[in-house]
């Protein structure tokens, strides 16, 4: 699995998971509607990786010998 995906993957799940925990009802301890700016993070560091090119995830995935699709 290429660099680009699991990133995508990771990002798409942990948004998921963020509006999850803000919207339960109070079922369990993690519920609370602060968990909303950790998905305006993620959605932050999308858009500017689209812009710089530069993504700390991307970076840690080839510290740790992942492949990215192009080969670099």
Do not use: Y
């Amino acid at each position: 699995m290429s660099i680009e995906r699991i990133v995508r993957i990771i990002a798409g799940g942990f948004i998921m998971l963020s509006l999850l925990l803000a919207q339960l009802d109070g079922t369990i301890n993690l519920s609370h509607p602060s968990w909303l700016w950790f998905t305006l993070f993620v959605g932050f560091n999308l858009f500017q990786s689209g812009w710089t090119r530069f993504c700390p995830l991307d970076s840690i995935l080839k510290k740790f010998g992942v492949q990215s699709s192009c080969g670099l």
